[in-house]
C-alpha cells in the first residue's frame, strides 16, 4: 500500500446493534454486566449498558488494517486509550492519518481515534504497520 | 502502607487456549470483520495462513485468561467494582490459526497512584504450540479510589 505521511485514512463508520454488546461479550467471554444488564449499568451510575472498550479497540484494528490493505499480518502494534463510555445504538467513527513512513515505504505509523457523537471512545490509537514494498 | 505500594514481582499460572475454527468465526462477525480469510479455510490457505486465521485483537480472547487470576489477586487489593480499563497495547508476531494452541503468562508490571486513582499495569506474553510468540500485552486498569 502506498501510504504518504499527513495523508487522512478512510473512515470506518459502524453502528452497533442494540444486542451487539451480548453478542461481543459471547465472542471474547467478558460477561461484565456493565455491558449486558441496563438496570445494572444504570445502578453503577452509567447510562445504561455500554459497549465494551476492546470492541472499539478492535474496531480501530479494522480501519489500521484496512490501511495496510487488508492483510491482518500487516498490523504489528496497536496502543489505546479507553476514556468515555461508548453505547449501542449509535455510530460509531474511526477516524485518523498517517503519522510517518520510512524511507522504504515498508513501515507506517498512524494516529488514530474513535468516537461516538463527537465524543472520543477510544483515543491516542497509535498503529504500526508492515507495508509491502511498493 | 497501602496496598497499592506492593512490591509489583508477581507472576501467575500459565494459561492455555485451544483456538477453535468456529470461534475464530464468532469474533470476527462479532466486531463485523468480513475478509474471507476470517471465514473461509481456502481463502486463508490460499493467502498462506496454515487454517482460518483470526483477526489481530482475537487475541483478547485467548490471552483474558491468563489476566483474570492477576486481577483477582487479593494481594494487590483491586477494587473490581471500581475498576475501568484505562489503556492497552498489543504487539504482534506470529498470526493465530484455527487449530494453535496458545499459552499465556500475564505479570504485575506496575502498581502506582496518580491523581486520586489507583493505576495497575499487568503485561502478558503469548506463544503458540511451537513456541512462536504470536502477541504481548500491556493492560492498563485504573480503580477510583475514595
Known amino acids: 500500500m502506498d501510504l504518504r505521511a499527513g495523508e487522512a485514512l478512510s473512515e470506518l463508520r459502524v453502528t452497533p446493534a442494540r444486542h451487539l454488546p451480548h453478542r461481543y461479550a459471547g465472542a471474547s467471554g467478558d460477561f461484565n454486566p456493565i455491558h449486558i444488564d441496563p438496570e445494572f449499568a444504570r445502578s453503577v451510575g452509567l447510562p445504561g449498558n455500554i459497549l465494551h472498550g476492546l470492541y472499539g479497540m478492535a474496531l480501530m484494528a479494522r480501519a489500521a488494517t484496512a490501511a495496510a490493505g487488508g492483510d491482518p499480518r500487516s498490523l504489528r502494534r496497536l496502543g489505546v486509550q479507553f476514556r468515555g463510555v461508548g453505547v449501542p445504538e449509535q455510530e460509531i467513527t474511526v477516524s485518523g492519518s498517517v503519522r510517518e513512513v520510512d524511507a522504504e515505504g515498508t513501515r507506517a505509523v498512524l494516529d488514530l481515534v474513535a468516537e461516538q457523537a463527537g465524543t472520543p471512545i477510544v483515543r491516542g490509537g497509535e498503529a504500526e504497520l508492515v507495508l509491502e514494498a511498493p | ?146
Open chain 2, 1 to 146: 502502607m497501602a496496598p497499592y505500594d506492593a512490591p509489583p514481582e508477581r507472576s501467575y499460572p500459565a494459561f492455555v487456549y485451544e483456538v477453535g475454527s468456529e470461534k475464530v468465526r464468532e469474533y470476527a462477525r462479532a466486531i463485523g470483520e468480513e475478509a474471507p480469510v476470517h471465514h473461509e479455510r481456502e481463502a486463508a490457505r490460499a493467502a498462506g495462513f496454515r487454517d482460518l486465521v483470526a483477526p489481530p485483537m482475537f487475541c483478547v480472547v485467548y490471552a483474558i485468561g491468563a489476566l483474570a487470576p492477576a486481577v483477582a489477586d487479593p494481594e494487590l487489593g483491586i477494587d473490581y467494582a471500581h475498576m475501568v480499563h484505562g489503556g492497552q497495547e498489543f504487539d504482534w508476531e506470529e498470526p493465530v490459526c484455527a487449530g494453535d494452541t496458545v499459552t499465556t503468562t500475564a505479570s504485575v508490571v506496575d502498581v502506582y497512584e496518580k491523581g486520586g486513582m489507583g493505576f495497575f499495569v499487568f503485561a502478558s506474553v503469548s506463544t503458540n504450540q511451537d513456541g512462536a510468540q504470536t502477541v504481548r500485552g500491556v493492560w492498563t486498569n485504573i480503580v477510583r479510589r475514595h
